[in-house]
């Protein structure tokens, strides 16, 4: 199913189907047709995006001004709340953050041939592990513990992608619905620790939460007076780091050239059956960094609903970004932007705030789209 | 402990513990039975959570303005149908990747469902009721002890799951179009050779999923509570996808992987309830989880999955 994707998408085929691709350069074109050609793939990989997210916001408008709401005046509100303060873009990268996290895990699973669809239970399980390390480790300064914090929440989703890793590579498991089921019992571990052995006791009426973490595993707040947290600054170090790994170490480049193409990845000594645990390990990490994120940036604590359907929007997050780390990046700064300002929409105009879920959807159903008319035209 | 024994042994617990699990099993029934026709022909639809829950709302409103519960089931199929089409579009002809898909149709779904919702009744629209299904007793066999309470006296969704059993069974291993749904699922270019409509067969199956799950939708919504409310599904799209799995694709198979979901759920919400057990909800909750991870690891569904399931198909590739 990975194959036909990359069969749709010329712009993912052209880095996918070649691992080597990057390392190719068009020198032996003349230097101002080259110079056309990146320009126009350049500006195709931005604009295929762009006519999606427009036809997804043409669709909502329409069904905003059939509720009776003057349709420009919500979408005024809808920048202007997301885009238009200090504290409405403040929020947006709040929200953006966990998504481009887990979205880059996506991304890093697709390129070595495996969907992971079980962010979201890799989410909670990077939330547990971040948690744990926030409450049961010693008293220690912030610039030892906050990294650790981190590092247990990588680990925690790590582990649980590396078991479905393992599942499908040593017992040829369906990952799909192996995620998926791991995605409830991660949920339930959850669920029963922070009405459990994890739950806060104190304070009149029990919430079924666990205590907040100490100062030292919290991620220090870097706009003044707003929600926004250092997480962004180290999504934007994991973003490179990502970068580097895929397309600049052998690892990287055995791990795309499995998702590529297996048979050949195979014939040139590279273990696929590995590649697949390690992908889904990294994947599963990086959406862990999700779920430490917001236990140590936004929530402070940890709650049975760490994850507002992060997992699987970082899905989308991930095609819209064309399952590159930077469109990665990109991608989920819209998606933040529509969260924020669909809230926004919802306080001023009374546009219910489930408008999030159907831009989102659209977005996508528009991606899918516009494949027909790119495989008629080629 | 003594107590404990007495309560969970007495007849009328068990029965009534029983009945709610064949309840339970409905919804996941009947949706994995038109799932299993769409991934015999090479179809997954991982959209099933949100044609579910589109139809929960479509079922809803349509009882609602209409007054009557029958019509809202129609509202609640077409819509299921309609929201299917989308995915069969999508993946048949415009060959998209089948897991983006289904994840879309779950995401917009949500969004649409509770949209259109607020729209009609407000934020307070939980408390908003619909005609819905009462419990009808079937004449005589309602009264045969034990099977009568558990399997007769139940509301009319419930008979219309338990029927769709032996009629799906039917048209997948004796009619022509079930074996040219399998063949399809096989493999699509033998069957493109023989002459099978492969693009025809892959779309009516999808089709026939869809409006299974808008039926399961309708269960929820008009079956049990007579409301509506995004929370509705919960994840049971997601379990009926197991369900088709763990009944290795087969409506028999489907029928008794849903009775051990719903008989888990039931177990639990029971024990629960009467405070029997001082074991945590999450772990028995977690249990048809667990048992479908175990069953998918161990390798009980290999061999029956269809070949070309996920494989997209083009005819002169």
Same mark, same amino acid.
């Given at each position: 199913m990975r194959h036909d994707v990359e069969n749709n998408e010329?712009?993912?085929?052209?880095?996918?189907?070649d691992p080597r691709s990057d390392s190719v350069r068009p020198g032996s074109k003349h230097p101002k047709e080259a110079f056309k050609s990146v320009f126009l793939r350049a500006l195709e990989t931005i604009g295929r995006p762009l006519v999606s997210i427009l036809i997804a916001f043409i669709v909502a408008g329409i069904l905003i001004a059939l509720t009776g709401i003057n349709p420009f005046a919500a979408f005024f509100q809808f920048f202007q709340g997301s885009l238009g303060s200090k504290n409405g873009i403040a929020e947006t990268l709040v929200r953006a953050t966990p998504l481009a996290f887990a979205a880059l895990g996506v991304a890093v699973a697709y390129r070595a041939g495996v969907w992971n669809i079980g962010a979201e239970g890799q989410i909670f399980m990077g939330a547990l592990g971040a948690t744990m390390a926030g409450l049961y480790l010693p008293p220690m300064p912030l610039l030892v513990h906050l990294p650790l914090v981190l590092l247990c929440g990588f680990a925690g989703g790590a582990i649980w992608g590396g078991l479905a890793g393992i599942f499908k590579a040593r017992f040829g498991a369906n990952e799909i619905i192996v995620t998926i089921m791991m995605n409830y019992i991660a949920i339930f571990i959850v669920s029963f620790l922070v009405t459990g052995p994890m739950k806060d006791a104190s304070g009149m009426i029990p919430q079924p939460q666990t205590v907040e973490l100490p100062a030292s595993a919290l991620l220090p707040v870097i706009i003044s007076g707003t929600r926004a947290h250092a997480g962004t600054i180290v999504l934007i170090g994991v973003v490179a780091f990502v970068w580097f790994f895929m397309y600049r170490t052998s690892t990287g480049y055995e791990l795309r050239s499995a998702g590529a193409n297996p048979d050949a990845a195979r014939h040139i000594g590279i273990n696929v059956l590995n590649t697949v645990v390690i992908a889904m390990a990294i994947s599963g990490g990086l959406a862990g960094l999700a779920g430490a994120n917001e236990v140590s940036g936004v929530q402070h604590l940890l709650t049975q609903d760490i994850s507002s359907n992060y997992g699987y929007l970082s899905i989308a997050v991930a095609l819209l970004g064309g399952l590159n780390p930077l469109g990665v990046l990109? *991608?989920?700064?819209?998606?933040?932007? /529509? @969260?924020?300002?669909?809230e926004s929409m919802q306080r001023a105009m009374n546009v219910p705030v489930e408008m999030v879920y159907i831009i989102q959807g659209l977005v996508i159903v528009a991606m899918l789209l516009r494949q027909l008319g790119q495989r008629r035209k080629g | 402990m003594q107590n404990f024994w007495q309560q969970l042994l007495s007849a009328n617990f068990i029965i009534s513990m029983l009945t709610s699990s064949v309840v339970l099993a409905m919804p996941l029934l009947i949706a994995g039975l038109g799932e299993t026709f769409a991934e015999r022909s090479g179809i997954l639809n991982v959209g099933v959570e949100g044609i579910m829950l589109f139809g929960a709302l479509s079922g809803f409103l349509g009882a609602r303005l209409s007054g009557s519960p029958w019509v809202g089931l129609i509202c609640g199929i077409l819509a299921g149908v309609l929201m299917s089409l989308l995915h069969a579009y $999508?993946?048949?002809? /415009?060959?998209?990747?089948? /897991?983006?898909?289904?994840?879309?149709? &779950? +995401?917009?779904? $949500?969004g649409l469902s509770v949209f259109i919702f607020r729209a009609f009744y407000g934020l307070a629209g939980q408390a908003v009721q619909a005609p819905g299904f009462d419990p009808y007793s079937i004449p005589v066999l309602s009264r045969i002890p034990v099977i009568g309470p558990i399997l007769f006296q139940q509301q009319p969704l419930v008979y219309v799951g338990l029927l769709l059993v032996p009629i799906a069974y039917f048209i997948l291993f004796r009619t022509t179009f079930g074996q040219q749904v399998t063949a399809v699922g096989e493999d699509p270019r033998a069957a493109d050779s023989m002459g099978v409509d492969v693009i025809r067969i892959r779309y009516a199956s999808v089709l026939i999923g869809g409006a299974t799950a808008g039926l399961a939708g309708v269960f929820l919504s008009l079956g049990e509570l007579h409301s509506f409310s995004e929370l509705m599904v919960g994840g049971r799209g997601y379990i009926a996808i197991a369900v088709v799995m763990f009944g290795r694709w087969n409506p028999v198979g489907a029928l008794l992987a849903a009775?051990?979901?719903?008989?888990? &759920?039931?177990?639990?919400? @029971?024990?629960?309830?009467f405070s029997i057990t001082t074991l945590p909800p999450q772990v028995l909750n977690s249990l048809p989880y667990v048992v479908t991870l175990l069953?998918?690891? *161990?390798? +009980?569904?290999?061999?029956?999955?269809?070949?070309?399931?996920? /494989?997209p198909y083009k005819r002169g590739d």
């Open positions: 010329s712009m993912v085929k052209q880095v996918a189907s990109l *991608s989920s700064i819209f998606f933040g932007v /529509v @969260y924020v300002g669909s | $999508l993946t048949i002809t /415009v060959v998209a990747d089948q /897991v983006v898909s289904g994840l879309s149709l &779950n +995401i917009l779904s $949500l009775l051990l979901f719903g008989f888990a &759920n039931s177990l639990q919400l @029971y024990l629960q309830a069953a998918v690891i *161990s390798g +009980i569904g290999k061999g029956f999955i269809p070949s070309a399931l996920c /494989v």
